[in-house]
């Protein structure tokens, strides 16, 4: 078969492939599936993952029935209605391995790359949040791997959390669900409460719509929401209220994982006042730090225009300050001996910033300097840039670089606040 200009070998069957298979990706109409599943016995093959969905006349618990009469022994299902799974290449391993991508999706459309730090599994009932995922945030690229697991006719969220709790370089598992089959949901619960690695969920089929929503896109019995969150609390498991502080939980975890907080109390640098009095209204979890002689003295030789109030911890550096007296300020606090971790919040549009799509890169710029202190710091860091897309070059530079960024700084400081109580909370335990 030709395609775009390229030629792709097409063989009648399993049996006429020059090599062993043993995941199979089946993409033909969902009636047909059960009969290609009997037709997988004695092939050697090891799973199968089943996308296309079940058709609107046919009862999903009927249509599941016959995939798990016609499925060989010892051949695992995902799906079906799912997108598959995406696995990142690790070239730093003995034996390569090359990775895998069901994702379907034209390159020029989403690009899917993991970075080399990537960390992050994504766990979804829903293809299409994955894809979302993976575009929401291309800058960090944080996902080593996606499964899009659908109906869960086979596999379901207990048995991948069991498979990814063995893996160490997991930081975070991103969790995306909309219901539990009859079980599976104790299973979920007693698996959660034992592991270390964090989990960051989002629940939809909330409401009695989303509910009818959920049991239409994947037969999904969405359960009470109130339970759910019950189990997530005494478990241990962050559960975004909003689908936007998923992605940004998710950013958090995966990019902070190596920086696990001693303590709750923050200081922070800003260019804009607004911006330290915002981020004082949201702290929950974390409590202002109070800064130590030393630290003062050393923030008053760096306050060479008079303007920084230096006894506060959340220090409003103004539109004065250029690249290198900004970075100063943070190295200031990050280095006190009772500060814990530290917001930056930069509205980039001051001309002494080196921030626009011409010099954001430069060594001397401010991304890179808050990346060198990044680096040299045990202390969880994170960055709020408040500006369009013409600073977009500028937040990719912090993000490639593994410095988790958000556009305002509320979602900064409760991402961080989350962050925090987390860890704490499972040293007490």
Known sequence: ???????????????????????????????????????????????????????????????????????????????????????????DRAVPLCGVNTLFVNEKRLEVRSAARANAVLLTQSGALAVTALDKLRGCRPFRSVVSFGNKCDVNVADLLAYVESDPAVGVVALYVEGFNPGEGRRFYDMARHMDTPIVAYKAGRTQAGARSAAAHTAALSGSYEVFRAACRQAGVILADTIEAYYDLVKTFALLAAKPPTGNRVAGVVNAGFESTVGADELKGLTQAQLAAATIERLNAINSYGLVDTSSPFLDVTPMADDRMYAEFVEAVIRDPGVDCVFVAVVPHAVSLKTDPETCRDPDGLASLLLDLAAENGKPMVVSVNAGRYYADFVSVLEEGGLPVYTDIRSAIASLDTFVSYHLAKARA
């Open 1 to 91: 078969m030709r395609f775009d200009g390229a030629v792709y070998p097409l063989y009648p069957s399993l049996a006429d492939l020059p090599a062993p298979v043993e995941l199979v990706v089946y993409a033909a109409p969902a009636p047909s599936a059960p009969d290609f599943l009997r037709s997988l016995s004695g092939s050697g093959v090891k799973a199968v993952i089943l996308i296309p969905g079940v058709l609107a006349s046919v009862p999903y618990p009927e249509f599941a029935r016959q995939l798990r009469a016609a499925v060989p022994p010892g051949i695992r299902l995902i799906g079906p209605n799912c997108m598959g799974v995406y696995f990142a290449p690790e070239r």
